[in-house]
């Protein structure tokens, strides 16, 4: 008898663009992570009540009350979900804009267009036990 693969790495991806979500999914699917999806802050906050993840993949710009920035605060003030890395993955490049990704807490601030190498590279380097990227926040 073997011993059973382990189960794979899960990624929250949050972003209100179907087929950007769709893309994400496809890729690290590809690369061996299961992916869950949201569309807005609100339904992203639910799934990160609910399940457990080892790394949230956040859009800036979400419809509704909770922007990326209010998620990833939200993240980090919670006990439960402080250690998850937080990557931005969005469109909205100004300097100002990832200063504010900075200090919501998040760990990376990928512009997009970002390729799909790069993004799995990244993810790779957060999640991957002697990763030189692993979040401080997360125990060893």
């Known amino acids: 008898m073997g011993t059973p693969a382990p189960a794979p790495q899960r990624i929250l991806a949050v972003d209100d663009d179907p087929a ?20 807005d802050g ?4 639910a799934l990160l009540r609910e399940q457990t993840f080892d790394l949230a993949l956040l859009d800036v710009g979400l419809p509704g009350r909770v922007s990326g920035y209010d998620l990833c605060r939200a ?4 006990a ?7 990557i931005f993955l969005t ?15 998040g760990d990376l601030y990928l512009v997009k267009p970002v390729l ?6 990244m993810i790779g380097m957060f999640l991957s036990a002697q990763g030189p990227l692993r979040s401080k926040r997360r125990p060893r």
Request: aromatic share 2%; hydrophobic share 45%.
């Open 80 to 86: 439960r979900l402080r250690h998850v890395p937080v």
């Open 116 to 121: 799909a190498s790069r993004l799995v590279n």
């Open 20 to 39: 950007a979500l769709d893309a994400v999914r496809q890729i690290l699917t590809q690369h061996g992570y299961e992916v869950v999806t949201a569309p």
């Open 42 to 45: 609100e339904a992203a906050l």
């Open 75 to 78: 993240i980090r003030a919670d």
């Open 91 to 105: 469109a909205h490049g100004m300097v100002m804009d990832e200063k504010q990704g900075e200090e919501a807490g």
